[in-house]
């Protein structure tokens, strides 16, 4: 079946290191989504891509970087991880267009120490 | 102003009650709309969508939709504890390129 997976689920780091999220999905999807979840803020977006080679900076950009090299896979890189990057991540993908789903990954909770 | 706004709860109904969930939005150029269920631990998992005014039901779900008004909400009928949950409101801008805005959600909280 398809689906989208992220790794690791878990994860616990130092102030200062890079960290890279993985996302993989298997459905062929145009574009790919990062959020971050946090108590009192929802969701946010942090990037998204439409397509291989193609990124493209959401509301919460700033320490965050990704690239698109396949269909499948958006990893997501905190450059030099900050307490402030303690978070749940999830990514998201959907076909294409302005009305197709977003279907979540299980998300990778992330503690930054 | 939030672009798009939830009561936070947390709303608590009985079994067997209609439990309704509101969200209003700020941009006029808002597309589609979203609702999406999450349970405590995991990730958000699609309800329903609604891209036209009036109601669209699906089993005991029914979005309704009222863009003069900039309001989305969603009913459940016969509310169960396995309803209980988060609630997730989020709107697609027109020409966003699938982009969505969320809620912060309403925390839903069904008693036996």
């Known amino acids: 079946d398809a689906e989208i997976t992220q790794s690791p689920r878990h994860k616990i780091t130092e102030t200062g290191r890079q960290v890279t999220l993985a996302c993989h999905q298997t459905w062929n999807h145009n574009n790919m989504f990062w959020y971050r979840q946090d108590l009192g803020h929802g969701l946010r977006l942090i990037h998204y891509s439409y397509g291989v080679h193609d990124t493209n900076k959401g509301e919460v950009s700033d320490g965050y970087s990704v690239s698109r090299s396949n269909t499948e896979d958006l990893p997501l890189t905190l450059e030099s991880a900050a307490s402030s990057q303690t978070s749940v991540y999830f990514c998201a993908s959907s076909l294409t267009g302005n009305t197709d789903t977003q279907y979540f990954g299980p998300g990778t909770r992330l503690t930054v120490l | 102003q939030k672009e798009v706004e939830q009561n936070s709860g947390p709303l608590s109904v009985p079994e067997g009650a209609i439990a309704s969930l509101n969200c209003t939005y700020s941009?006029?150029?808002?597309?589609?709309f979203f609702w999406y269920r999450q349970y405590s631990g995991k990730s958000p998992e699609l309800i329903m969508f609604?891209?036209?005014?009036g109601d669209k039901e699906d089993g005991r779900f029914t979005a309704q939709l009222n863009k003069a008004s900039q309001y989305v909400s969603l009913l459940i009928r016969d509310s169960q504890p396995s309803d209980s949950a988060t609630y997730l409101c989020?709107?697609?801008?027109?020409?966003?390129?699938?982009?969505?805005?969320f809620g912060q959600g309403t925390e839903l909280s069904v008693k036996p």
């Open positions: 989020a709107v697609m801008l027109y020409n966003q390129g699938g982009k969505l805005i």
């Open positions: 941009d006029r150029g808002s597309q589609s």
């Open positions: 609604i891209y036209s005014n």
